[in-house]
């Protein structure tokens, strides 16, 4: 989130070789409307997003404060922007070495403002406008300039989440060299030899002058004082969407009623992509993408250059094209470079990452949402699916149309084997990708226990998404399979009817109060557990089949059967009362009972595996373990709405 301030851009910064003045280039030179600001504080971060008609920028501040984890939590500036997936980070530490004892801040320019734009339309080394921020940074004590990293935001997260890796043949190519105000000029090109990161500061207000130190590793010294900072690169940007062209006209009084969410939204979306979470991700992710779609659609805009165009048309583009996979993530800038480099290619062609199993489902599901569901997406149709793919090359040539169908194709053949007679066999159920030990949207190590085969693919997308291939052949679509508009529904409802009963655990009433004990003991949570309150068995559906220590069934209770409940109108209407019954009780069930707590609903509840490791792995500082994530809250909302709208609608079940 940014804001912004700047006063003079050196020659060298961008590029020319000799240090001088260049002409002061005002904030917002041409655009039409005003930049966009934002500042959110969530202490130790200060966050500020900036935007204008030349680009976007996400500038994070991070100063420890009383209680920080110091071997965690370190002064930092950080920018991150949207185009190229690119940014730089300055680590700083206290030059007197006591950690903890210094604090940077931002301070507002003479504009009143913290930040301030960068853009230069033309410059004689690059064919793309010189943008980026600055603003003024304020340091209480002596500081040293520790590690900096220019580039990508892949490159800034491996450092930061990793064991700190350091790529020698990225990080060696920083240039550092004195300014003629006794400032300090960090650039670097990126390996692609043609696109230039750079990272300035300048003394303010009486500030000392920078030291540059290059005895061992180059780091920089800064006195107690205000310096100004200017971040800046020449990138082709992108095209963002204003909050009102993210909306449609009917929502647009959100823009009134929640300035900070329809502005972060508006930061994250673009006409040709929507971008997952900021800063440590902001690109392109499939799944990420297509669900906020489904859940946010009512208030999107549609149509040419819309929000849901720009999700839908993303994940057409990324395609594969050799058997219909759906790109997950998209590695693209200096850190494509890179892992082309690592192939001994050199190229700067974006990547895709293939290995999720769940991102196929939604494609047809977004793609019936919008063009069978939606009036606007029925009109838009034909120019829309005609659309010739150009994001990657090896989809050159082909349509929307044609790349849909891929993804369909490969649907209906890995679905057939399970839908057949005697077919509802384990082994037909989908798995994991071999060699992958993630595949869905709990994606981190221990997300599903260590399953093969998850609950939600299985239970709700598969079946959610064959339901949608028929709906979508039935309207014109897929004429080269016209037969799917049966065959679709036949599949549908196998997986429907038969896939619940692999995930089922029933845990006897003695067992259950016994195993959320031994929980209590072995976490040390806090409480209040009030036993007498299980009352009954415990059935709940697992996170997965085979899982670590050879379990058959993963043993933890979870909010997935949001999907079901969201994306099915299932028409057993035993097995429907048994799945809603077991739901709402664990929604009403504080946790480690069932998942409720003051926040919302954990995703998981460990309490009834009956092994320790779940105990181990499911924990609040595990990104699936007792947290809480609220898109899963409103996918949860919404299904139960929709299910108990079919009561009051009388709507046909299975439509």
Known sequence: MAGMGFSNILTSLLGFGTVGSFSFVSPNTSCTSDPVKLHLSDPPYENYFYSDCHSSAHVVVTSPVPGSNL????????????????????????????????????????????LQSVYVSTTSTSDNPVVGVSGHIAFNSSAVLTVPILGSIRTIRDFTEGPSLIYPAIQNAIQFSETAEGGALLNRMWLDNKTTTSLQFTPLNGSKVIEIKRETNTTLSFSPGTYEFVASFDYPQLQQLAPEKVLNNASTDLIRQNPDQTTSLSFLSYTDKLLAGTWRFLTYFGRDSMISLLLLQPVLSEGENSAVEAVIGAVLERVNRSDGTVCHEEVIGDYATWLNLQKNVSSTAPQCDYKMVDTDYFLPISLKSYLVNSPVGQKRASAFMNTTASFLANNTGLSYTELAQLTAEKIMNTSKAFAQPDGQTKDNLIHLKKGEDVGEWRDSQYGIGGARIPYDVNTALVPAALRSIAALSANGYFPKHPEWKDTAVQYAQVWEDETLKFFEVNVPQASAVSLVQSYVNQSSFPGPVNTSNITS?????????????????????????????????????????????????????????????????????????????????????????????SWQLAMMAQGLARQLDRCSSGSVPGT
């Open 71 to 114: 071997s965690v939590i370190g002064p930092r500036l950080l920018v991150a922007w949207p185009a190229g997936n690119s940014g730089v980070v300055a680590f700083f530490e206290p030059e007197n070495g006591v950690n903890g004892s210094l604090t940077i801040k931002l301070e507002n320019s003479t504009t009143a403002q913290p």
């Open 537 to 629: 068995d415990v059935l709940f559906y697992g996170l997965g089949l085979d899982g670590n220590n050879n379990q058959s069934v993963v043993r933890v209770m979870n909010t997935d059967d949001c999907f079901r409940l969201f994306l099915l109108n299932s028409t057993d209407q035993q097995q429907l009362s048994k799945f809603l019954n077991q739901t709402a009780e664990h929604i009403l069930q504080p946790f480690p009972l069932g998942l409720s707590n003051p926040v919302g609903l954990f995703v998981a509840n460990p309490a009834y595996g009956g092994d320790s490791v779940y105990a181990r792995n499911f924990t609040n500082s595990d990104y699936h373990g007792t947290v809480v994530w």
